[in-house]
C-alpha cells in the first residue's frame, strides 16, 4: 500500500513538473516583451555584474571565490557589482563585502510576484550599462537570472550550460549567451564546480580544498552541545518532528551535551517547539540571525541537519556533520565524502539508496522523484549512528558519554 501510494505522489509531481515546464516558457515571453518598453542599452567599458540569485547554501559553496575576480589580470580593472538575493545579505555583508565594488540585492518572491517590483529592477539594470555579465549558477532559472541578464542587455553574456530538469529550458537558456562554460564532468560536488568556474573565467580559484569561514568569535554559550536544523525548502527534504523526538531521546542516552534545535519559518519554529515540550531539549528556532546562527554551528560539537543551507555552514566551518537528505541533487549537494571533503556524512531513504545501488550514480535525483514518506523511513538510529562516528573521529577514546554502550 505505502509503494502504491508513493506511485500516486510521483505520478502527481511529474504532471506538476510538466505544468511548471509550460508555464515558466509562456511567462518568460511575456516577461521578454515587456522588456521592449526599456531604454536602448549604453554599456560602459569595464563594467561586470555577478547574478547570483539562488539560495543561502549556494552562495556559501560560491563565497570562497568571489575573490578571484578582483584579483583576476582579467577582471582587476572591472567595476564588478553583485546582483545577490536578500536572503543572504546579511551573510555577505559580515563576510565578504570588500569582495565587490556594488550590491544590488534582490527579493525574489517580491520579484516572482511583482510586476511594478520587476520593471523597477529591470530599469535600474539596464540604467548601470553594464558591459559584460556573469551567471554562474549551474542551474539558471529562466525567469530570474536570464531575465535579470536580458534586461542589463550587455555585450558579453558569459553563464554555464544550464542544468533545469527541462531540456527546452536549457536550450532557450543556453541561447541567450555568448560564452558557455562546460564543467569537465557531470558527476561533481558544487564546491568542485564553483572553482572550476572560476579558474575558466578569471584564470586563477579559490585555493581551498573545501569550503571554508574563519571564525574568531566565541560559542554563544557555553559547554558543549550539538545543534539541529530541522528546516529546508521543500516538504520532501525535511526529517519530520516524530523522528527527531526519537533521535533527540537515543542522544539523552549517549551524551551529555545539550541539543539545541533551530529553523527559521513558522513551521520550523513550532517544530522545534513540539521536540522541545516531548523531549525537554532546547530550542533557538527563530531568535537567531544568519550571523547567530554561523556563531552557534562554529561552536557546535556537531550539527545535524537536513540537506539545505545548514549543512554548507558546517561544512564552511569544519563542525561535524551529519545530513539526513532523500537525495534529491545528492551528487551536487551532499555527497560531500565522494567530493573528498572530511567531517561530513550523509544519511539517505533506502529506497534511494535501492535506486542508487541499482541505476548507479546520476547527475540529478530531481525533487519530482521524492516524496515526503522517503526521508521520513530514514531511522534515527541510523543518524545517530554516523553522528557517534563522526565524534569518534573527533574524539579518540569516545565511548559513549552516557552508559558507555560505544558505537
Known sequence: MRTLGRQISLLIRKADSAKDRRCVLRDFARWRAQQGGLPPPQPFSKTLVLIRLDDIGDYLLFRNQLGTFASSPRWRSHRITLLGNDSWQSLFMSLDRESVDEVL?????????????????????RSRGFETVVAPSRTRPLLLDDLCMLAAAPVHRIGCTNTNVHESWNRLSDELYTSLFTPSRLLMHEFQFNGEFAHWLCGIR???????????????????????FVGANARSKRWPAKRWIEFTRLHHRYFSSTLFFAGNSKAEIEMARIIQRRTGAKSIAGTNSLSDLLQWVAGAEALVTNDTMAAHMGASLNTPTVIVASGTNYMRFAEYRRAGIANIATVYPEVFSRRRKRVGDVPIYPHRDTVSADIASIRADTVMNELKNLIQKETPGFAGERGGSGI
Not at 105 to 125: M, T
Not at 208 to 224: C, F, M, T
Open 105 to 125: 540585492w534582490v527579493n525574489k518572491r517580491r520579484y516572482l510576484e511583482s510586476s511594478a517590483y520587476r520593471l523597477e529592477l529591470w530599469a535600474k539594470l
Open 206 to 228: 579559490y585555493s581551498g580544498d573545501r569550503p571554508r569561514i574563519e571564525n574568531q568569535l566565541p560559542p554563544p554559550v557555553a559547554g558543549s552541545y550539538v545543534v539541529c
